[in-house]
């Protein structure tokens, strides 16, 4: 595949993954929301050795058990980005100094992490991408198979949600929301909300804290800063 100009800036383009941490001081049920990455973690419990995990793609919400005590730290991968499998391997010898084995065993596709986020920038359709990339557009659902990522239409789909909910606290309607980021109607946006995040727009603009978590570093708004330590 050809090279795709690229519409985010370099300093976006160039950072690879952020970390994050949080502890759980009880038993709780915490919310995890589709965001375009996966996540390396690292689990410690009451000086239990290390326990890591690769997270999978999204494509719906969904609900998680933590325990008390539980401590977590991750990296979250740029949108896109995968470990391979003999980085996956390495990492279970390197848990005690995982912040300086990552970035030696990033591999990145600098094609197709610019088709990603030229799909969710909102200003092209798969096919427009495809040919800015010089390939017909089922050659280019090809190359996400062959990459094991999921299709061109999820990073459009889910990019343009994400970024028509971080603009629920402005001061436009939901109607001339759905217009702005080309939904064919009100009732459209309100059943790709549902789909993605379990809430519709007048519903999450109601749960400041779900959309905090739509504010984190993700497909749509990737920046590299850290997220939010709890």
Same mark, same amino acid.
């Given at each position: ?22 502890? *759980?001081?009880? #038993? ?16 410690? $419990?009451? =000086? ?5 995990? +690769?997270?999978?793609? #999204? +494509?719906?919400?969904?609900? *998680? ?6 401590? +977590? +730290? ?24 995982? &912040? ?13 992490? =610019? ?13 427009? *991408? ?6 017909? !557009?089922? @050659? ?10 999921? @299709?061109? !239409? ?27 980021? !080309?939904?064919?109607? $009100?009732? &459209? ?13 007048? $519903? %999450?603009?109601?749960?400041?804290? *779900?959309?905090?978590? %739509? ?10 800063? &850290?997220?939010?330590?709890?």
């Amino acid at each position: 595949m050809n090279k795709i100009a690229l519409v985010t800036s370099v300093w976006s383009i160039t950072v690879l993954y952020s970390r994050w941490s949080f502890a *759980v001081n009880e #038993d709780a049920s915490t919310l995890v929301l589709p965001d375009g990455c996966r996540d390396l973690i690292v689990v410690r $419990q009451n =000086g239990k050795a290390d326990r890591w995990f +690769f997270s999978d793609w #999204d +494509f719906r919400p969904r609900q *998680v058990c933590v325990a008390a005590g539980q401590q +977590f +730290f991750g990296y979250r991968l740029r949108p896109g980005l995968v470990l391979e499998h003999q980085a996956l391997q390495s990492i279970e010898h390197e848990t005690t100094d995982l &912040h300086g084995a990552i970035p030696g065993l990033l591999k990145p596709d600098w094609d197709l992490l =610019g088709a990603i986020d030229a799909l969710s920038s909102g200003r092209y359709s798969v096919r427009q *991408v495809a040919l800015q990339a010089g390939v017909t !557009e089922r @050659t280019f659902q090809r190359y996400f198979k062959r990459a094991a990522l999921p @299709t061109p !239409e999820y990073w459009r789909l889910l990019g343009r949600a994400r970024r028509a909910a971080a603009r629920l606290n402005s001061s436009s309607s939901i109607t001339d929301l759905a217009a702005e980021f !080309e939904y064919s109607d $009100q009732a &459209h946006m309100t059943r790709d909300f549902k789909r993605w995040f379990g809430k519709t727009p007048n $519903q %999450l603009k109601q749960s400041p804290e *779900v959309l905090a978590m %739509l504010s984190h570093a993700g497909l749509g708004n990737w920046t590299g800063e &850290h997220i939010s330590t709890r």
